[in-house]
């Protein structure tokens, strides 16, 4: 790959490398330059910045504003989400954004996510019942995407009919099919309609969750009673939140428990040590972060004003994307970074943010996923995959790190 951090003269590579082979591709950059000009998949140009120090600065950094407001005409967004889902944490800056987190943060409380666990078991266990039945599975489609599923829609209060469309549309966003761009319109107007819909019946008959308590919040502080500074959500706020928390909470999560597996499957000592010793696993599960994490990518940001990253000048109202997973894998920071090791000093990895926009849910991921593997690893000590190496494949996509299936016997 061709180092373009200069002045942004050269003109920006492609981006085909980093979807098919990222690892390497990553390393070839990091090499090359700390920060080059790209292609973004929608076509329009972004600064990518690929060594650890500036990555871990920049997701800190008050001037990369995360409001599109202050995106430049022209440069890349991601993909477009009307106002009722676009007004969520993922697009805002200070004062808004400490004013919604603080209201989600009473969910994913060390207590909260505590009281999680057992029904998280319970889950996993019974999703493993039905695949043992059977001798084999697809472990993307039968336990690492059905257990983060259960577990968040159980905190929002989201009915077990709606759960399989929900699947259907977060596939279509995080993996969009660029022969049929319909697709993703279609998903969208789906989920606004289901998110409106859920909150209107929740609305008429709370319960006992989450996104009850929520519409309470919102419903209560009226402009007659609610003082300055008080904690209000507006409806577009509520909705999108709603959105954010029940994406999140699923993407992120299926993907790390995919690829963890996978990882173990390729390193079958590691495998072995961990089915001996499962109270290894918290730490594991750090390394499994920084090796092969479910985003590559930060969220796009856009500079307030006019600043350099790795002695690149960026304009502002310019895109800059923060590679998360090249920082992971920065050898000044991870000394042989391509070697999956539980021994190392994984302090510091990127793979759930750092500063204000540190992952909310990270707890809720982290007991999700030790205990998807303390419960497979215990159930099926045999595990092996049940089909070559070569034909497990990841999802085509830029910003999200998934497995399309995982293939598995036991």
Known sequence: MPNTADTGSDAPIDVTP????????????????????????????????????????????????????????????????????????????????????????????????EALRAPTRKTADALLDAMAERGRADLIADYAGPLPITVICDLLGIPHRDRRDFLAWSDALITPDPSRPELMKEAIGAMQEFYTGLIAAKRAEPGD???????????????????????????????????????????????????????????PEQLRQLQRNPAELPAAVEEFLRFDGPGPLSLRRFPTEDLEIGGVRIAAGETVLLAIASANRDPERFPDPATFDRGRDRSGHLALGHGIHYCLGAPL????????????LDRFPGLRLDVPRGDVRHRRALRSRGLISLPVAF
């Open 365 to 376: 991921a982290r007991m999700e996923t030790v205990i998807a593997l303390e419960a497979l």
């Open 18 to 113: 980093l979807l098919d082979d990222p690892y390497p591709a990553y390393a070839a950059l990091r090499e090359a330059g700390p920060v080059h000009r790209i292609t973004a998949a929608d076509g329009n140009p972004a600064w990518l910045v690929t060594r650890y120090d500036d990555v871990r600065s920049g997701l800190a950094d008050p001037r990369l504003s995360l409001d599109k407001r202050h995106a430049a005409p022209g440069g890349y967004q991601g993909f477009s989400l009307p106002p009722a889902l676009d007004a969520n944490m993922a697009n805002m800056d200070p004062p808004d954004h400490t004013r919604i987190r603080r209201l989600v943060a009473k969910a994913f409380t060390p207590r909260r996510v």
């Open 209 to 267: 969750d989450l996104l009850s308590d929520l519409i309470a919040v919102r419903d209560d502080q009226t402009a007659e009673g609610a003082g300055e500074g008080s904690e209000r959500l507006s409806e577009d706020e509520l909705t999108s939140l709603a959105f954010l928390l029940l994406f999140g909470g699923y993407e992120n999560t299926v993907h790390l428990i995919g690829n963890a597996v996978l990882t173990l499957l390729d390193h």
